[in-house]
């Protein structure tokens, strides 16, 4: 299963907004709404910011929202905040039954 | 508050075996699936296994299959992950995770990882 396709890196100014592409196939991606975006900062354990393509989790901010069109996925934050500064991965599952990963995007707030 | 705890990781040598746990709480095993992710040094995130919460069954990356086999003890509500057939390439920071629901609906708790490291 190859990994989704994410850009390595994004970047953007306190208040301004982003978005994070992902990229996969019709046997993952766009076969299902199953899109999920985690953020991780490095050593700590990931957090779960967006599930099922565009619902929130209890907790996370409404800055961050997620969307779907055919087979690339989108996580978009509103209102950059300096805590945003991360590496974001979206998951997918697919149709054999396993979840994919895409390589990462870092995202640094200027 | 749900809780995950993971331990087992360690030094092994190539071909060798290790067994990782976690341990949950606050919340009933059974409902839940639950995945294995872990992290290489200098690489993303990479989903190794889950279990169904309901029926137990088993999901494997290709990478793994055949040599991990994961499992949980309702009783315990601990996950765990035998490796088998360990190589180089399995060294990595292991996390187990909850789902929201079934294995596709995402990972909403997450351990704090437990280090693998396969080595001569």
């Known amino acids: 299963q190859s990994a989704l396709t994410q850009p390595a890196s994004v970047s953007g100014s306190p208040g301004q907004s982003i978005t994070i592409s992902c990229t996969g196939t019709s046997s993952d991606v766009g076969g299902y709404n199953s899109v999920s975006w985690y953020q991780h900062h490095p050593g700590k354990a990931p957090k779960l910011m967006i599930y099922?393509?565009?619902n929130r989790p209890s907790g996370v901010s409404n800055r961050f929202s997620g969307s779907k069109s055919g087979n690339t996925a989108s996580l978009t934050v509103s209102g950059l905040q300096a805590e945003d500064e991360a590496d974001y991965y979206c998951s997918s599952y697919t149709r054999s039954s396993t979840l994919v990963f895409g390589g990462g995007t870092k995202l640094t707030v200027l | 508050e749900v809780q995950l705890l993971e331990s087992g990781g360690g030094l092994v040598q190539p071909g060798g075996s290790l067994r990782l746990s976690c341990a949950g709480s606050?919340?009933?095993?059974?409902?839940?699936?639950m995945t294995w992710v872990r992290q290489a040094p200098g690489e993303g995130l990479r989903w190794v296994s889950g279990?169904?919460?309901?029926?137990?069954?088993?999901y494997y990356a290709d990478s793994v299959k055949g040599r991990f086999t994961i499992s949980k003890d309702y009783s315990k509500n601990t996950l765990y992950l035998q490796m088998n057939s360990l190589r180089a390439e399995d060294t990595a920071v292991y996390y187990c995770?909850?789902?929201?629901?079934?294995?596709?609906?995402?990972?909403?708790?997450w351990g704090q990882g437990t280090t693998v490291t396969v080595s001569s």
């Open positions: 995770a909850k789902c929201v629901g079934g294995i596709a609906s995402g990972m909403d708790v």
């Open positions: 099922e393509v565009s």
């Open positions: 606050g919340f009933t095993f059974s409902s839940y699936a």
């Open positions: 279990i169904s919460g309901s029926d137990g069954s088993t």
